[in-house]
Each structure stands twice: as structure tokens, then as C-alpha cells.
């Protein structure tokens, strides 16, 4: 298989020369979009247009700085994406996963910390949808897809991050009110985002633990609610990551999800589906960026009298690039399309958060090669894509714990 009509080596030389005749001169803008239906060309189109425009000339800037994008912001709520996949009935835009997926993948070939203003919003605002009463919905989900209440999710603990079941932050229910407890952090919006599904635990004796974890709908304002600090990082600078602590914080109980105890770990676990195609979309979109410019590099860069994109080292590279990002993005969109059928797609979406990641990582790797010196320099930004791919190896379920939900999974749909 690996020699038969001809072989990979033979395969991956006619795959480069094939990119380098299709997308000649001109590598940006890679993906056609001509293939869409109208609506959602319309959208993905509006995207590209705003993030080739507004977003990819003043990333390195903000990023470099570690500035809050303030500016790019207000566009995304122009555009309307902090309703993405909001219902129209609720002042949304009611996209379908795959649509979502695509927007994703257009921002992040911008700079992936644009979309991390949207996902935790766009995951709290799902729990929200699918788990909340009737009048969390009408209190929420308008003024999310709007942007005035911008979202979070608060899960993760200093001592529970992979085993969320381990958290320690409490809530005692005092009359019409519970009274929360504990520190949160790594909390994605936890600065600019004012509103947060936060788990905390209602029931100390409860067996097995996540039975005793409810879901919290938590709201800036009222005292004991305090951002004690913004987490210095690798990548995904200029948006803001912090550690959250609660002293006697007190919420209604109207805001307990769903108005029941004891459904937080299922509520904000089937959440984070739609978090993982969003990881596995980002994963795309900086893959292409760091392809695309690996790709233009190679053909402006000589050496040894000829464009390095002659070399067959590079050519085979560029194959093994090309192919694993155009793997990725299918494997995206299948896990799309399942979680858009109304299934449950912890397997889908733990398969395409798992395998788009590492493509990530390697593409970006790779790109960061072609580039050779310059590409270990800030002049390009290849080392910016070098730098916040790892992110989607960790967030929402490291790499390990998917293998073990994908690994579940399967032994439970395949039970002989
Ligand atoms: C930039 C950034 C943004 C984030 N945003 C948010 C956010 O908005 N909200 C939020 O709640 N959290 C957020 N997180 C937290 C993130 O979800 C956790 O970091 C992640 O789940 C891993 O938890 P941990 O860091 O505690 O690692 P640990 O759980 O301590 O894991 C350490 C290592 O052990 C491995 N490991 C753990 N258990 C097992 C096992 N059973 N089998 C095999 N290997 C195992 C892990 O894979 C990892 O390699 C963010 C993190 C970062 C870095």
C-alpha cells in the first residue's frame, strides 16, 4: 500500500507540485468559498472580508503588546457573532455548527484570540439555551447575542482542571439565595466578560461526586466576586485569562441552571461538544495561516540558485502540510454535522479536537522550519502561530483525556 501506484514519496512530490501550480503566486485566501450554499458563502465571506481587512494588519501589534482588542470587539458585534449559533427566535443568528465551524476557522487564520472572545460566551450561552428555564432564557440569551452580557465558562480550579469532579468551590443555599465560595482560574473572559457559568459543588456527601455539582449562572456587579489576577502566557496574548475569586458571593437562586441541583457536570460536559468542534475549527484555521505562509515563503526564498520551493525536502513537507490540514478540516466539519443532526458527538467532536490540534501544532512546527532563522523572528507570524497552537492540545479536555472519551465511546457504541 505504501509503495502500490507510486509511491508516497512519488505521491507527496506530485501533491506539491500540484499546490504550487494551483495556488501560484497568490497563496492567500486559499479555500474557495464558491463551492457554499448562498447564505452561508454570504457569512463565511463577510468573515474573511473583515478579518483580512481589520483583523490580520493589527494582530501582531495587539499581540506583541498584549492589548485587549477592544476595536476588533466592537466588530464582532457588528457582525452579529456573539449571536453565532444563538437562536434568530432569541436575537441571534441561529448558525448551524458547520457554518459556526467555518467562521471559526476564517477568524483564527486572522488570530486565534479574536475567537476565544466568542467560544466560552457561545458555550454558556448553549447551557443556557438547552439546560435553563424559560426565564433564563428570556433574561439571557438576547442580551448575549447582542454582546451586552458577554460570557464565560468558570470550571477549572488550581488543584482541578482535567478532573473537574475534584473541584472545591461551594455553594450553601441561604433562602431565596446560594451563597458561592472558592478561587477559579485560567478563566478565558474572566477581565472583559461580565456573566459565568461557574461550577460549584451543592452537595458535599453526593456519590458519585458529579452528582453533586449544580451550574451557576454568576453575574459581575454584587460583592465578593473578585478578578485577582491575569495569567502571563505563551500564545493566545491579548485576551484575557485570570484567576476568579468568591467571598461569600451571593446569587439568586433563580440562577441555579435549569432550576435544579445536582445537573451542572452533564449540563456544561454536553457544553463543551460545541467547545471542541470550536477547538478543532481553530486548529484549522491557524493551520492554513502557517500553511499558507510556509507556502508563499517557499516560493520567494532561494537557495542554492533555485526557490527553496524546488527542494524536494520542502516539497514533501508542504504535501504532509497540505494533507494533514485538508484531513482536519473534514474531520471538523463531519464532527459539525453530527453535533447539527442533534446528536449527541462527544466521540465526533473528541476525534476532531484531537486530531486537528496535533495537525495544528505539526503544520505550525513545519512553517516555522520552512521559514528557517526569520521564522524564529516576530517579523513573521509563523512564530505567533507556533506559539498559541499548543493551547489546543490543553483547552477543553488535554489531548490524553480526549483519547480516553473517544476510547469510551467507542466501547460503549461498539458493546458486543
Ligand atoms: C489559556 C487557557 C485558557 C483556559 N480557559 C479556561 C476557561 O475559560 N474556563 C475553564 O474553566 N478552564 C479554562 N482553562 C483550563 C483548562 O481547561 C485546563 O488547563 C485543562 O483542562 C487541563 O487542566 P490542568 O491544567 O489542571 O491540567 P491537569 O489536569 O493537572 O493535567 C496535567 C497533565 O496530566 C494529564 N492527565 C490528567 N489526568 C489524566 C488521566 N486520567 N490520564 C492521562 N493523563 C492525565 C493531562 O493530560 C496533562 O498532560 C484554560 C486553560 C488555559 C491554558
Redo the contacts with the bound molecule.
Keep these: 500500500m505504501l509503495i502500490g501506484e507510486g509511491t508516497n514519496e512519488i505521491q507527496r512530490l506530485l501533491i506539491a507540485r500540484r499546490l504550487l501550480q494551483r495556488y501560484g503566486e497568490r497563496a492567500g485566501a486559499f479555500r474557495s468559498l464558491e463551492e457554499l450554499p448562498a447564505e452561508q458563502r454570504r457569512l463565511v465571506q463577510a468573515v474573511r472580508t473583515f478579518v483580512e481587512k481589520d483583523v490580520i494588519p493589527v494582530a501582531a501589534r495587539y499581540e506583541q503588546a498584549d492589548e485587549y482588542p477592544h476595536e476588533l470587539v466592537e466588530k464582532l458585534k457588528e457582525l452579529g457573532l456573539f449571536g453565532a449559533t444563538i437562536p434568530e427566535a432569541c436575537g441571534g443568528l441561529g448558525l448551524d455548527y458547520t457554518t459556526y465551524a467555518m467562521v471559526v476557522e476564517e477568524i483564527c487564520r486572522g488570530w486565534m484570540s479574536v475567537s476565544?472572545v466568542l467560544n466560552?460566551h457561545l458555550i454558556m450561552a448553549y447551557i443556557v439555551l438547552h439546560f435553563g428555564t424559560e426565564e433564563q432564557r428570556r433574561r439571557f440569551l438576547p442580551a448575549f447575542a447582542r454582546g451586552d452580557k458577554r460570557g464565560?465558562?468558570?470550571?477549572?480550579e488550581?488543584?482541578?482542571?482535567?478532573?473537574?469532579q475534584a473541584l472545591r468551590t461551594a455553594a450553601r443555599r441561604e433562602g431565596d439565595h446560594y451563597v458561592i465560595n472558592g478561587t477559579?482560574?485560567?478563566?478565558?473572559?474572566?477581565r472583559h466578560g461580565n456573566t459565568f457559568a461557574l461550577?460549584a459543588r451543592t452537595d458535599p456527601a453526593a456519590e458519585p461526586p458529579y452528582r453533586g455539582i449544580s451550574c451557576f449562572i454568576i453575574e459581575k456587579g454584587a460583592p465578593g466576586f473578585t478578578v485577582s489576577r491575569d495569567?502571563d502566557?505563551l500564545g493566545?496574548r491579548g485576551?484575557d485569562?485570570c484567576e476568579l475569586i468568591f467571598e461569600e458571593f451571593r446569587v439568586p437562586a433563580a440562577n441555579l441552571v435549569g432550576g435544579r441541583e445536582g445537573q451542572g457536570f452533564k449540563q456544561v460536559m454536553a457544553g463543551l461538544e460545541t467547545g471542541r468542534v470550536n477547538i478543532a475549527a481553530r486548529g484549522v484555521g491557524i493551520a492554513q495561516a502557517a500553511f499558507e505562509a510556509a507556502l508563499r515563503y517557499a516560493r520567494e526564498r532561494t537557495a542554492f540558485g533555485r526557490p527553496i520551493a524546488e527542494h524536494q525536502a520542502i516539497q514533501l513537507k508542504l504535501a504532509d502540510m497540505a494533507t494533514q490540514l485538508e484531513a482536519a478540516r473534514l474531520l471538523t466539519y463531519w464532527a459539525a454535522a453530527k453535533k447539527d443532526s442533534g446528536e449527541r458527538a462527544d466521540l465526533e467532536a473528541g476525534m476532531a479536537k484531537l486530531f486537528a490540534s496535533e495537525a495544528c501544532y505539526q503544520i505550525s512546527l513545519e512553517a516555522m522550519r520552512i521559514h528557517g532563522g526569520y521564522g524564529y523572528t516576530t517579523e513573521f507570524p509563523v512564530e505567533r502561530y507556533y506559539r498559541d497552537a499548543p493551547?489546543l492540545i490543553?483547552?477543553?479536555?488535554?489531548?490524553?483525556?480526549q483519547r480516553?472519551v473517544i476510547a469510551r465511546g467507542l466501547l460503549q457504541r461498539y458493546a458486543v
Design positions: 476565544g466560552t464565560g465558562l468558570a470550571l477549572t488550581a488543584g482541578a482542571g482535567s478532573d473537574v477559579k482560574m485560567f478563566i478565558t473572559n474572566g461550577l495569567l502566557k493566545y485576551l485569562t493551547l490543553i483547552g477543553e479536555g488535554t489531548n490524553e483525556i480516553l
